[in-house]
């Protein structure tokens, strides 16, 4: 019994499971099915399901009868556990969406396993023609009611859990509607951060041990990480002998890092759970309110989860982008054939993922290139291979898609496995499995889960039930006159090991169409696709480094990411001729707050500096926004320098308004140079309109206070205005448009390789490559030898490099006793030889260069 049921178990204190929260249903569904309104809720869920039916054309399938056995038999067992109304508040909220316009997903987890959700629309899924079970979402065994003082109750724990996906930027409308549907009971959820043992090990060794944060992460480097799960600090001195000799000599660091792991280190918000309850929310659990003026419940989610109804709203930029690409070439996505060659051809040798759902992530990414998916089935593995664990059987899975043989575990097994080479790779199959040998699907939902959840006190009698149906039914080595491991073996060593790799199918194939619903657009409509891939870039954490990946991929399309330009830019990213246009409001340093003003300045800019500073200023931009405009090149018809004109704004804006007056008459004499007028001004007595000295020498000094730093960047600038525009580029816009980095360190004698070259070139090439330094830091391997890893990337891509100890040699020590590691956004030229995956270092050149945009950068 867990402390939350003891806690129960005290009257009043809390109440004994989940009560669904009443739904009101429009009328104007009734009158849509031509049904009463008095009819049961179980009733009017069966009529939708109908509806559904003919709206899907499944009447008209030959197998028609096997989605209505199916069908029925959903239906009963929802309504027999009392979440027929759970099942109707999430066909509320995505039927909310559908009439709004709101881009749903195809579905998320085991939720697409349901038929009943298939045909509401809930999920875009056939669970039978992909064959998906229904029990992985809801299992009779599972669920239970409980009956307090006349109510029913359902324990949370085991209520069924539909996830929805909402495109990204609609995502708050949907939270509205839920707050507006169900007044004064919804909350956001609270979430727990605890201290992990490499993070306690970490903390502890740099303040307990006093050591540096590379001895920190030396030690945490050693504690062991199985299928994606990092080992405790007790199972790390058994499985670790390197961290097992550590802790005897650090006794003390180790005992207080063993207090102190997992305790609760800080609270946040869920990010996409909302918590519905059946009354007031504060009656049910305690709330407070966030810094954003947010309710938050005082529970976690799994306190949550015992006492109301919890609903998982994600917010999904790739929806938003498939939905605006579909939009801007007038085609629905669910037209979009998913087994149609058009996909997969372009996943043969793929070497631009960008915007490719799930395949984007390097893992996947480079899962994809091993596998070649040729079919939604094999697209399906690559989501589910590509995870820890699972990784372990890539080269089974890519050799049995290369040749078609599979490993046999057993021949009972051999159809369920046949199409992931015999391996395991869906809990789906394990339960197949399970039916197999005679259980029910309910049943082999149990032992998924028994096992799954490592239920010690349950597994021993599982595996004795396993034996007594493999003999009851026949299935034993003897009875088959084989040889070779037990039927009942095989079953209970898959159900095992598993459990630490085995994904769920339902939410492979739902995301895998997402992922060939991306290829599909990318590749057949690039200019739509990419225009709406930029345009979701601002939802970003940042937003020009995302741009900075996109604008790599362009040039294999054929399509400029042309820059910024006040006159032809609009606010978002827009379409020209075969190319696209940097959109003004995607500029670093362009507030919201500054858009208004931007639309008016563009409007007024002016023909001369002058006027340009002027309008800049009655439009309400500031300074810094000014600047920034110049800097990304948005004022191209400004010709010359960028770093001067970035100063001449500076000192502009220093100016009082009767000097700026005064200077604006002298333009035209003095070329529109504004400093050359300043210095005639108080070398020559110049007179303003006021008949006063125009600049005395008094006024000169002061003005020089303010002007010398703003002149100190300019100078260090000016030094190289290729590198200050490749710079200022690349901070402000994400990438550069008019210089290419190998270009501007291109030195005679001295021959640089850009990523673009570096792609082309053969095995153990030796390189001097060109980049900017993304990611860098220096570690010890497990094997005592020290590397430093790097991340560079330029105009055309990314490359990971690692410059390392080994036996023979120590590269890495000779490096950093003269230089130190390079830091984020340094420029270096690293000279090695490439491999498979990586480029092994030699040495590096870092470039000693400095761009300033600010002043604060003086510092």
């Not at 009656?283 to 947010?294: H, I, R």
């Not at 500029?587 to 919201?592: H, R, V, W």
Request: net charge neutral; charged share 25%.
């Amino acid at each position: 019994m867990s402390f939350l049921d003891n806690f129960k178990n005290y009257d009043g204190c809390m109440e004994p499971g989940v009560k669904l929260p009443k739904l009101k249903i429009s009328k104007k569904f009734y009158t849509q099915l031509n049904i009463d309104q008095q009819v049961s809720n179980f009733e009017f869920l069966s009529k939708i399901c109908e509806k559904g039916l003919k709206d899907k054309q499944i009447t008209n399938k030959d197998n028609e009868s096997e989605y209505r056995e199916r069908l029925e038999y959903e239906l009963n067992t929802l309504e027999e556990l009392g979440f027929t109304d759970y099942i109707l508040l999430n066909w509320d909220i995505i039927n909310f969406c559908h009439e709004n316009q709101i881009p749903t997903g195809p579905g998320r987890g085991s939720a697409a396993g349901s038929l009943v959700l298939f045909l509401i629309n809930v999920t875009k899924i056939d669970p039978i023609e992909n064959e998906l079970f229904f029990e992985r979402f809801v299992s009779k065994s599972r669920a239970r009611k409980i009956e307090s003082n006349g109510e029913i109750y359902l324990d949370g724990s085991l209520l069924a859990d539909v996830d929805n996906d909402i495109a990204y930027e609609y995502r708050h409308l949907v939270v509205e509607y839920i707050e507006k549907k169900h007044p004064g009971r919804t909350a956001k959820i609270l979430t727990l951060n605890t201290l992990s043992s490499k993070l306690c090990l970490k903390e502890c060794i740099k303040i307990v041990g006093d050591q540096s944060e590379q001895d920190a992460n030396r030690v945490s480097d050693m504690i062991p990480k199985k299928f994606g799960k990092v080992a405790s600090i007790d199972a790390s001195i058994e499985e670790s002998e390197d961290f097992h000799n550590w802790s005897k000599e650090f006794p003390g660091i180790v005992k207080i890092a063993q207090k102190i792991q997992n305790l609760n280190k800080n609270t946040g918000v869920h990010p996409s759970g909302i918590a519905i309850s059946h009354k007031a929310i504060s009656e049910v659990c305690p709330v407070f309110m966030n810094a954003e003026g947010q309710k938050v419940t005082g529970y976690d989610m799994n306190w949550v989860a015992e006492l109301m109804v919890k609903f998982d709203i994600l917010g999904l930029r790739t929806l938003s982008v498939l939905h605006n690409t579909a939009k801007q070439v007038g085609i629905e996505l669910e037209e979009i054939d998913v087994h149609s060659e058009d996909v997969y051809l372009n996943l043969q040798d793929l070497i631009s993922p960008r915007g490719l759902f799930q395949i984007e992530a390097d893992t996947d990414f480079k899962v994809c290139k091993k596998i070649k998916p040729k079919n939604l089935e094999e697209l399906s593995a690559v989501l589910a291979i590509a995870r820890p664990g699972a990784l372990d059987f890539l080269s089974n899975y890519e050799t049995y898609v290369q040749t078609g043989n599979f490993q046999s575990v057993h021949p009972i097994f051999d159809e369920i496995l046949d199409y992931t080479g015999g391996i395991p790779l869906y809990q789906e199959q394990l339960m197949k499995m399970a039916v197999r040998v005679g259980f029910t699907l309910d049943e082999s939902e149990q032992l998924r889960r028994i096992v799954g959840k490592k239920k010690v006190d349950k597994m021993a009698e599982w595996k004795e039930k396993i034996f007594e149906k493999i003999k009851s039914n026949k299935l034993t080595n003897k009875d088959l006159n084989r040889e070779g491991p037990d039927a009942g073996e095989v079953l209970w060593r898959v159900a095992e090991d598993s459990a630490n790799y085995s994904f769920n199918k339902s939410h492979s194939i739902a995301y895998s169409t997402l992922a060939a619903w991306t290829t599909y657009l990318k590749f057949k409509y690039p200019i739509q696709f990419f225009l709406s891939l930029l345009n979701m870039t601002k939802f970003e954490p940042s937003p020009q480094e995302e741009v900075g990946k996109i604008s790599k991929e362009l040039s294999y399309f054929g399509i400029k990411l042309l820059p910024p330009n006040l006159s032809k830019s609009e606010m978002d990213f827009s379409i020209e001729g075969k190319n696209i246009r940097y959109g003004l409001n995607s500029i670093k340093g362009i507030s919201e707050k500054a858009l208004k003003s931007l639309i008016e300045f563009r409007s007024e800019s002016g023909d001369t500096k002058y006027e340009m500073f002027i309008s800049a200023k009655q439009a309400g931009l500031n300074i810094g926004t000014l600047c920034a405009l110049i800097q990304a090149g948005a004022l191209s018809h400004f010709e010359g320098s960028r770093p001067l004109l970035v100063l001449e704004a500076q000192v502009f804006n220093i100016l009082t308004d009767r000097e700026k007056r005064n200077f604006i008459q002298l333009g035209e004499k003095y070329d529109y140079k504004l400093l050359d007028a300043i210095v005639a001004a108080r070398d020559k007595n110049l007179v303003g309109d006021d008949g006063r000295p125009l600049f005395k020498e008094s006024r000169f000094q002061t003005f020089k206070k303010k002007y010398e730093p703003y002149k100190n960047i300019y100078i260090q600038n000016s030094k190289s205005s290729s590198f200050a525009n490749w710079y200022f580029e690349n901070q402000l816009l994400g990438y550069s448009y008019s210089e290419d980095l190998r270009n501007i360190f291109a030195k005679p004698g001295l021959k640089l390789t850009n990523l673009k070259e570096y792609q082309a070139k053969k095995r153990n090439a030796n390189l001097s490559v060109i980049g900017i330094v993304n990611d860098c830091f220096t570690r010890v391997s497990r094997s005592g030898n020290k590397y430093m890893k790097l991340e560079i990337s330029d105009e055309f891509g990314s490359l990971h490099c690692m410059l390392c100890n080994n036996s023979k040699e120590s590269k890495l020590d000779e490096f950093l006793s003269t230089n130190q590691a390079p830091e984020k956004n340094s420029i270096i030229v690293t000279y090695g030889s490439k491999a498979d995956d990586i480029f092994f270092v030699n040495n590096i050149n870092v470039l000693k260069e400095n761009i300033y945009m600010k002043l604060a950068d003086l510092k």
